[in-house]
């Protein structure tokens, strides 16, 4: 566990939550209880963030096959099993991979789990302000603009209310060239989750991120912009690319994900 202080301690993050549901160690007292009561009032939710992870994975190495060889990670969480550099540099030792976290914890601890990585580090940023991302110099000292990215933004969007968060992505991805790919994960309205949507709101108000947004299905899309949905769009996350897999109940999921290519 890295150095915190008290305020990092006594209020949870939405980070250290999703590392409590996720099983990891790096969370404190505040989140372990944040992460109860998100489990009573969505039993599934750790199953869910298990399938995100997974989703995440599989995105990867699909940009992988497709030529990828650097990658934009914003929200990246507390690091876990899987990290985008474990992936994509057990393939290429020296793929590029920039993470981008608002929370000082998450961003605290991966900085020490990259420290003598050559082709990795991460940038403390919210992601509302995307020229300070798309300029910072960790990301132009790693990733050339000029080459495809693989831009991740994996069960994070839902914390950004949508006047910062459309504008940021859509920043984003006209920063990055043609062929380059986003993949999303989103938490979506309209399901069996939605009753303890007002609950979960509540919950992360006490929070870093001080919002939960579920959003529809086409409001998730918005997000693509141009770029081209691979095959078969927007599913559930335990669904993309091949169907189902593993344990996730449809019934029981709230999270849909999808990836585009922009053209
Ligand atoms: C549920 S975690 C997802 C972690 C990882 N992407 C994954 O899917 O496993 C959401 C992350 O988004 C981060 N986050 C929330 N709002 C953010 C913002 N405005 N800018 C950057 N990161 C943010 C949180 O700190 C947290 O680490």
Do not use: C
């Amino acid at each position: 566990m890295v150095n915190a202080d008290a305020d990092f301690s006594s209020r949870p993050s939405s980070a250290r939550i999703y590392d409590a549901l996720l099983g990891g160690s790096h969370n404190f007292e505040a989140d372990r209880e944040a992460a109860k009561r998100l489990l009573s009032m969505i039993p599934a939710a750790g199953e869910m963030a298990r399938a995100n992870r997974a989703f995440l994975h599989r995105a990867v190495e699909f940009m992988l096959d497709a030529g990828v060889r650097q990658f934009l990670d914003i929200g990246s969480g507390i690091p876990t099993v899987g990290n985008v550099h474990e992936i994509a540099q057990r393939r290429f030792p020296e793929a590029r991979v920039v993470y981008i976290d608002i929370d000082p914890v998450a961003v605290a601890h991966a900085g020490e789990i990259l420290r003598t990585n050559p082709f990795a580090t991460v940038v403390q940023a919210d992601m509302r302000f995307p020229e300070a991302i798309l300029g910072h110099a960790g990301v132009r000292r790693l990733l050339d603009l000029d080459q495809p990215v693989g831009l991740l933004l994996v069960a994070m969007l839902h914390f950004v209310p949508g006047d910062d968060a459309y504008p940021a992505v859509e920043r984003l991805l006209a920063g990055l060239p043609a062929g380059s790919y986003i993949a999303i994960s989103h938490g979506v309205s309209e399901t069996a989750a939605d009753a303890a949507l007002d609950g979960v709101a509540d919950l992360y108000r006490r929070t870093d991120v001080s919002t939960a947004t579920g959003r529809t299905r086409p409001e998730i899309m918005r997000f693509f912009g141009d770029a081209v949905l691979e095959p078969p769009g927007l599913v559930w996350v335990h669904e993309w690319p091949a169907g189902p897999q593993g344990d996730g109940d449809p019934g029981d999921m709230a999270v849909v994900a999808a990836v585009g290519r922009k053209p």
